[in-house]
């Protein structure tokens, strides 16, 4: 089902041969207790550059206090035409949400 | 890349994945929903969003050099500093729009090559020169303020990775404007000379900032192509006079005037009016043949040229340690 090829951000990192320079993706995370956001991408020599010029580029307002880079071809994301068919299985499962249970309406702190 | 595209449009009937594709794309826009990298689109929309995001970032990057100029002319350390926010934000912002035109499959070399060699465009206020420090106040106020009316709605683009650089750019945006105004502000505030100083640089600017947003609708064909497709919201009209609206209330007060005595409120239609626009000039410095074309270009192939040891010497040291950690 997963695929490495076709992922949008290999998708432009191999096609971008910017002397070699590899397609990084960056995570920032705004502030201690929430999870590293994907931010953007951007192309740098090498990983220590990349962690450079993601701080530049994507914190200059403070909005940062940990980045992560990743190789945009390290990236392994489902396959994008078989969309349907993968994520369909929640479909008709309303059960698994809270909402689904109707007759407790009104119950306090339930 | 090249070769996809090619062989897509040899084919004289769609192909049914094409055709499935076509579909899916025609629903995700009726929805108003959001185009994302992987999903099938029709080769004219990616080409639209290339030619439309590259030509924004490109106009982002030769749009530091006015701005640029003024660094060493600075009136205090305060406003040098202020000064280089702006400029390191312009290349940001490129650098958003660059990635988000790449996920379109056009690398960046490519999108360089472009703009190094004339064959791409970048918005026409930038080939004016910025001659006093009150230009800098007039560039905030009106060229970015006419940028953010155009921007707003281009953060809701269909195109998802074009709409996420935009937010990201808005929110940056505000402050350019605000810098601006507050530059004229006290200029308009200070000795008769700073006063006239602040007009004129007003009475220069007004009209290119207002052929920021485009020809007029009648003139703009592609406009309703991605009106269609959810690239643009508002026609290039309806947004010109929106921004007009803005900037003769704000101007009252600096104290100062626009040069453009046409400009009134139409009850009837529920816009603003202004003057005709002289888009003689327009075309002529979209042509290149505007007041700074030549400097503007030759400075950014001198800036890349007198970067490449730079990016040539990263590479080196990258591959270097590259080795190096192969051998260990």
């Excluded at chain 2, 105004?181 to 200029?187: C, G, S, T």
């Excluded at chain 2, 000039?281 to 490449?308: D, S």
Aim: glycine share 6%; proline share 5%; with cysteine.
């Amino acid at each position: 089902m997963a695929t490495a090829a076709k992922t949008p951000v290999t998708e432009a990192g191999q096609s971008a041969n910017r002397g070699s320079w590899p397609l990084w993706e960056v995570f920032v995370r705004s502030a201690r207790g929430l999870s590293h956001v994907h931010a953007g991408s951007l192309h740098a020599p090498d990983a220590e550059m990349a962690v450079r010029n993601a701080r530049d580029l994507y914190t200059r307002r403070n909005e940062g206090v940990s980045l992560w880079v990743v190789p945009a071809s390290a990236i392994v994301a489902s396959d994008p035409d078989a969309k349907g068919a993968f994520f369909e299985s929640p479909q008709g499962k309303d059960y698994r949400h809270a909402m689904y249970y109707k007759k407790s309406e009104g119950v306090k702190h339930l | 890349m090249a070769t996809q595209t090619d062989a897509r449009e040899l084919h004289a009937v769609p192909s049914e994945e094409d055709q499935a594709g076509q579909a899916y794309f025609d629903r995700i826009i009726a929805e108003d929903s959001r185009i994302e990298p992987s999903d099938w689109m029709p080769e004219a929309y990616r080409k639209t969003l290339v030619r439309q995001i590259s030509q924004h970032a490109h106009s982002e990057i030769i749009g530091m050099q006015p701005e640029a100029n003024f660094i060493t002319r600075a009136p205090s350390l305060k406003r040098k500093a202020i000064l280089m926010a702006k400029v390191q934000d312009e290349a940001g912002h490129g650098l958003y729009l660059y990635s988000a035109a790449e996920t379109l499959g056009t690398p960046r070399e490519e999108l360089f090559d472009q703009l190094l060699t004339g064959r791409a465009k970048y918005s026409s206020i930038f080939n004016y020169p910025a001659l006093t420090w009150a230009d800098m106040g007039a560039i905030g106020w009106l060229v970015d303020g006419a940028a953010i009316v155009n921007q707003v709605p281009l953060c809701r683009a269909s195109y998802g990775p074009y709409g996420r650089a935009m937010v990201r750019i808005c929110k940056e945006e505000s402050f350019h404007q605000r810098q601006g105004f507050e530059i004229l502000l006290e200029l308009a505030n200070g000795t008769p000379a700073q006063k006239q100083m602040a007009q004129d640089a007003i009475n220069r600017f007004y009209a290119p900032a207002l052929m920021m947003f485009g020809p007029n609708d009648d003139a703009s064909p592609n406009s309703q192509q991605s009106m269609r497709w959810n690239i643009k919201r508002f026609s290039n009209d309806e947004l010109r006079q929106r921004f007009v609206g803005m900037i003769q209330e704000q101007v009252k007060v600096l104290g100062l005037t626009l040069p453009d005595d046409k400009i009134r409120f139409n009850e009837e239609t529920g816009q603003w009016e202004h003057g005709e626009l002289d888009w003689n000039e327009f075309y002529e410095v979209l042509k290149g043949r505007g007041p700074c074309n030549a400097q503007r270009m030759e400075r950014r192939r001198e800036a890349h040229e007198n970067g490449a040891w730079v990016r040539e010497a990263a590479s080196a040291y990258a591959a270097k340690q590259a080795q190096k950690a192969q051998v260990a």
